[in-house]
């Protein structure tokens, strides 16, 4: 399949690595060091309409395509991965809200998300429940015109600085998944607490937290679509967030290829460069080959995913999740090979890219979970 992008989005693409190299990149090492949530950049990006692009024009939003949004979670990535999960991550939830919630969810919540007033999150995890969403034990108990939900959430991006979230619950608890619900929560609301996870491997600016939700109450006009349809309304997205997924792997890919290549421009033993040496020019080819793989394969996805043709999207998301976040750890694992010993140390950011890298097999479905789902769709 050819692929070809337009000039629109080759400017974008420029536009988002100008950002990175300018903003992202000089802060990286800081950010990770001190586990900080780079709140101010996350602002700055979204004057670019870097934050959340998927936002609707009339809602302050960029509109952009599925395509123009996996450029920009690459480029994000491919600066640094973990400032570029925070900036990118910012509007989780959103195409819950844009595609079934209520105009008042829009016309409150959108403009501060895309503006980078805010961040949303998405709270579906649990401590027992990862992959398994239908398993949720989250409960919502309708009581006269509200719902009152108890549960623990875990592994929530955006968990402790979010001021809203959607959170999925049981409102038919013996129903399984034909029984969840989709729930706009104001982060504010008695009965949530959040404790922030800090002892990560990678993505260490992004926020990760515990959410407790205990007695809350929302009224039923936070239910966003239809009750008991949550799940249904959920796995609309499951093809579009794996892509995002697969491009902030080939992002983390990209930037580990691109730090090896400076290093080995610069490395001398025996009297020359060592990227004159051929073992360390037949790595950088294979790097580079792989890499190229991954986001052609991440690129078809994206095209499957904006033109709508469910069945392909979800086998081709699930093979560019599951090959982009493959090859990502091993591109950024050969980055530190290339570095040897300086590879080891936080002087150069090879081993910041191959900790990163680490999570895309992880969250948005494990590989394994993905080799599942394209073993289905093929037989």
């Known amino acids: 399949m050819a692929f070809q992008l337009s000039a629109e989005h080759e400017a974008i693409r420029d536009a988002v690595r100008e950002f990175g190299e300018n903003e992202l990149k000089p802060v990286a090492e800081e950010?990770?060091?001190?586990?900080k949530y780079p709140e101010e950049l996350r602002r700055k990006a979204a004057e670019y309409d870097?934050?959340?692009p998927n936002i609707p024009i009339e809602y302050d939003g960029a509109g952009m395509d599925k395509i123009s949004s996996t450029i920009v979670t690459e480029e994000l990535w491919r600066a640094d991965p973990g400032i570029g999960s925070a900036v990118g991550s910012a509007?989780?939830?959103?195409?819950?809200?844009?595609?079934f919630g209520d105009d008042w969810m829009k016309e409150e919540w959108l403009?501060?998300?895309?503006?980078g007033e805010t961040a949303s999150c998405s709270m579906i995890s649990e401590p027992a429940h990862g992959s398994n969403v239908a398993g949720?034990?989250?409960?919502?108990e309708k009581d006269g015109d509200e719902y009152v939900l108890n549960g623990n959430k875990m592994w929530i991006t955006n968990g402790t600085v979010a001021d809203v979230g959607v959170l999925m619950a049981k409102t038919s608890p013996d129903e399984g998944h034909k029984g969840i619900t989709a729930f706009l929560v104001e982060m504010d609301r008695d009965g949530i607490e959040t404790d922030k996870i800090t002892n990560k491997l990678g993505i260490r600016a992004s926020d990760l937290a515990e959410v407790v939700v205990d007695d809350v109450r929302v009224p039923e006009e936070n239910v966003i679509g239809e009750v008991d349809e949550g799940f249904y309304q959920l796995m609309e997205f499951f093809a579009s967030?794996?892509?995002s997924v697969a491009a902030q792997a080939v992002g983390a890919a990209q930037g580990a290829l691109d730090a090896a290549i400076e290093y080995a421009n610069q490395r001398e033993q025996f009297d020359q460069k060592i990227s004159d040496f051929q073992a360390i020019q037949h790595k950088i080819a294979e790097m580079a080959t792989k890499v190229e793989a991954a986001r052609s394969l991440t690129y078809?996805?994206?095209t499957q995913v904006e033109q709508e043709n469910q069945d392909v999207a979800a086998q081709y998301s699930s093979m560019a999740k599951y090959f982009a976040s493959e090859i990502s750890v091993e591109v950024a694992d050969e980055g530190i090979q290339v570095h040897g010993g300086s590879g080891y140390v936080t002087d150069y950011p090879a081993e910041r890219y191959y900790r990163d890298a680490r999570i895309t097999k992880i969250y948005e479905g494990t590989s394994e979970i993905q080799k599942n789902i394209i073993a289905d769709q093929i037989l």
């Not at 403009?111 to 503006?115: R, V």
């Not at 949720?136 to 919502?140: G, S």
């Open 300 to 302: 078809r996805a994206a």
């Open 136 to 140: 949720i034990e989250t409960v919502a």
């Open 50 to 52: 870097f934050v959340a």
């Open 241 to 243: 967030g794996r892509t």
């Open 91 to 99: 509007g989780f939830g959103t195409d819950m809200i844009i595609e």
């Open 31 to 35: 950010h990770d060091r001190e586990h």
């Open 111 to 115: 403009p501060k998300i895309a503006n």
